[in-house]
C-alpha cells in the first residue's frame, strides 16, 4: 500500500474559520477581516503612537472566495477545485498557491484544522 504523502494529507484537512475574528463581506464579493489590537503592548501603542484599537485584513478577490467557501466541512481540495472552476487557468499553479494560502491563514490564526 502506497503511503500518502504531506500534500496529499494537506489537501484533505479540513479548515475552519476562527470564531474570534468578525468579517465583513462586501458587495462586490470582497471579505475585510477584523482584528483586535489587545494586550499591553497594542495598548502603549494605541495610546502612544494612535494605533487603531481593530485592524482591518482585506482578501483580495481568490483571498475572499476561499474565505467565504471555509465552513468547516469542505477541506482544501474541494476549495482548490471550486477556485478553479470559478477562476480557470488564472489560479494555476493552484496547489503550491493554496497552499502557502492556507499557511498564512492558518499562521495568522485566522483558520484552524
Known amino acids: 500500500m502506497k503511503a500518502k ?9 479540513v479548515p ?7 468579517f465583513e463581506i462586501d458587495s462586490e464579493g470582497r471579505v475585510t477581516i477584523f482584528v483586535e489590537n489587545k494586550g499591553p503592548f497594542n495598548f502603549v501603542a494605541q495610546k502612544l503612537f494612535g494605533k487603531p484599537k481593530v485592524s482591518q485584513v482585506h482578501l483580495e478577490e481568490f483571498g ?3 474565505w467565504q467557501h471555509i465552513d468547516g466541512i469542505r477541506n482544501v481540495k474541494e476549495i482548490a477545485d471550486s477556485l478553479k472552476k470559478k477562476f480557470g487557468e488564472k489560479t494555476e499553479p ?5 497552499s502557502l494560502y492556507m499557511k498564512s491563514l492558518y499562521d ?3 483558520i484552524v484544522y
Open 16 to 22: 475552519c474559520r476562527n470564531e474570534k475574528y468578525k
Open 5 to 13: 504523502s504531506d500534500k496529499d494529507n494537506f489537501l484533505e484537512k
Open 94 to 98: 493552484l496547489y503550491p498557491r493554496i
Open 108 to 110: 495568522n490564526s485566522f
Open 64 to 66: 475572499s472566495y476561499i
